[in-house]
């Protein structure tokens, strides 16, 4: 069958690593990139370089963008001739940019798929990369095959912000818990135990986040937190005990007194013999 020709603009390590696929799963692919020496790797694997963007977009109707911002989208697009162009944008930014890019795009007759891509670049088209789509049910199962050359395309639905708040919530876990990581290296390390010495411990409590998933998702679901097991009284207690080891550490706070504000004001808010799960009640304000 004939692949979907496809023109792809934005070659950093992400945009770079889908053209790979894109010319080894047989699409032709046309790029542009700003810094044009960017492209000259791909050109050699066989992909198409434009001129300019207006040409790359003028080149094909499946438009890809990989950009760091949905500011970078205005620059690169504007002036280029987009009537008919489906413009999959899979960069990152907040969920309200996103509207206006759709606004932006159908007053000049193109279709706005947004895009989450949730592997680093190495990982992208492995059996372990997904990505979140929203936009037209219509324009995502046209392209979905072509799509499903850099992961899995999952498609969470017709309002156009929600591929990128999924993005943004996934990245919110990924973040937060990497800091509170290196927090708990620099808890350990000011004793002298070295972060080699803890990593098969930091490894076990990481991996065991996972089992609290289904309980919290059906705490959260049906709005009980029945407070059997870790209440927000006990959690409470640890959260501070936390802030103190920290402090006689002389390490940085912020992190652990975040947390420890949650279970005080759940606290304040009567939810002392709560599950833990009722701060999602402080959380959503
Ligand atoms: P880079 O920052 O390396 O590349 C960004 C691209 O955007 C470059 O091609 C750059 O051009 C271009 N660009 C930025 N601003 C402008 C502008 N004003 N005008 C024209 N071009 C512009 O990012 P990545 O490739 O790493 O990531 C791309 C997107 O994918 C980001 O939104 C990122 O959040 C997301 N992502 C990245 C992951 C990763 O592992 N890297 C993982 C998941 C998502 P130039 O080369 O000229 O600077």
């Known amino acids: 069958t004939d692949k979907t020709a496809l023109t792809l603009i934005g070659l950093g390590p992400m945009g770079q690593a889908m053209v ?31 001129a300019t ?5 003028a080149a094909n109707r499946l438009i890809i963008l990989s950009l760091t911002d949905y500011a970078a989208m205005y620059d690169v697009l504007d002036g280029a001739d987009l009537a008919g162009r489906v413009v999959v944008n899979l960069s990152s930014d907040t969920p309200d940019t996103t509207l206006k890019a759709a606004a932006w795009l159908a007053e000049r007759g193109a279709e706005l798929l947004v895009g989450g891509v949730m592997v680093p670049a190495p990982l992208v088209g492995e059996e372990s990369a997904y990505v979140f789509y929203s936009g037209p049910r219509e324009v995502f199962d046209r392209h979905a095959e072509t799509l499903a050359v850099i992961g899995r395309p999952d498609y969470m639905g017709a309002d156009h912000t929600l ?4 993005y943004q919530a996934q990245l919110d876990v990924f973040l937060t818990s990497l800091a509170a990581m290196l927090h708990a290296i620099a808890l350990v390390t000011s004793a002298g135990v070295t972060a ?31 407070g059997d097991l870790a209440n927000v009284t006990m959690m409470g207690a640890t959260a501070a005990h936390i802030v103190g080891a920290s402090e006689t550490a002389g390490l940085d706070t912020a992190l652990p ?7 005080d004001r759940a606290t304040e808010a009567g939810h002392g013999k709560d599950s833990w799960t009722a701060l999602i009640n402080v959380i959503r304000g």
């Open 257 to 263: 007194r975040a947390v420890q504000a949650l279970y």
């Open 20 to 50: 790979t696929r894109f010319l080894a799963a047989g699409h032709p692919t046309t790029v542009w990139n700003r810094t044009p020496a960017r492209a000259d790797g791909l050109v050699a694997q066989g992909a198409t370089r434009a």
């Open 196 to 226: 080699e010495r803890y990593a098969p411990y930091l490894t076990d409590v990481l991996s065991s986040l996972s089992m609290y998933v289904d309980e919290t998702s059906q705490h959260v679901d049906s709005d009980r937190h029945p």
């Open 53 to 57: 963007a207006a040409e790359a977009v």
């Open 163 to 166: 591929a990128q708040l999924l």
